[in-house]
């Protein structure tokens, strides 16, 4: 059975702390995906990647950054949390389309985190 | 640009009766393909039904299906007589393969269904 899990259901840190919240799928799957989902927005990219040491920007990279150091493993790291990085927060990882147009992404669980 | 839009944030609907979730999506590109996610109040991500552009029939998988309208860009998802655990957020997205390996979402719509 495909598996992505996230490490914390929930998270509560201080305005200032660096967050690291951590994506493990066991799929081997190449492309990992962060997003942060927000009431009315629906699901934003803030970051892919495509391999091990492989990063690309998404839609709203400002504040975050990623570290892939592993395939199965992809980090996203918040440099100093701030309040309206209160979110929830998922990750995916999907195989590479090769040019088709099934690229089913595989969700795990979310981390809602809490910026106080 | 590529965009997904859902124009429906909430909807109630009666248990038993069939539900029909609103998905106009926006692309030049001729081969593309679109998903429906539920995402339940636990908050993970259930992929429900894929079409590819390129299909000449709806997608159907249970009580889901798709109406594809490719002339029109609308995907909306129909679910044949629904059920209480129905109650989800939908999200409907768009895969860009000559572009890349992303998938782009819509805003979602929340759906409750009353006993």
């Known amino acids: 059975d495909v598996k992505v899990t996230q490490s914390s259901r929930y998270l509560v840190k201080r305005t200032g702390e660096k967050v690291f919240l951590e994506c493990v799928q066991d799929?081997?799957?190449?492309?990992m995906f962060w997003y942060r989902q927000d009431p009315g927005l629906g699901l934003r990219l803030i970051y892919f990647?495509?391999?091990?040491?492989?990063?690309e920007k998404g839609d709203i990279p400002e504040g975050y950054s990623v570290s892939r150091e592993k395939k199965e493993r992809f980090s996203l790291i918040l440099e100093s949390a701030s309040t309206n990085q209160t979110s929830m927060y998922l990750c995916?990882?999907?195989?590479?389309?090769?040019?088709?147009?099934?690229?089913?992404?595989?969700f795990g669980p979310g981390t809602r985190l809490t910026v106080l | 640009a590529q965009k997904i839009t859902q124009t429906q944030p909430g909807m109630f609907v009666q248990e038993k009766e069939a539900v029909t979730l609103d998905c106009t999506y926006d692309?030049?590109?001729?081969?593309?393909?679109l998903f429906w996610y539920k995402q339940p109040s636990s908050g993970e991500m259930i992929f429900l039904i894929y079409?590819?552009?390129?299909?000449?029939q709806n997608a159907t998988e249970g009580r889901y299906s798709l109406n594809f309208q490719k002339a029109r860009k609308s995907a909306n998802l129909v679910i044949s007589a629904s059920q209480l655990g129905d109650s989800a957020m939908y999200f409907c997205?768009?895969?860009?393969?000559?572009?890349?390996?992303?998938?782009?979402f819509g805003k979602g719509t929340r759906l409750h269904i009353l006993p």
């Open positions: 692309t030049s590109d001729p081969s593309y393909g």
């Open positions: 079409q590819g552009s390129y299909d000449q």
């Open positions: 995916a990882s999907s195989p590479p389309a090769g040019g088709s147009s099934y690229n089913e992404q595989f």
């Open positions: 990647s495509y391999d091990v040491k492989m990063k």
């Open positions: 997205a768009m895969s860009r393969p000559n572009r890349d390996d992303k998938i782009i």
């Open positions: 799929m081997d799957h190449e492309n």
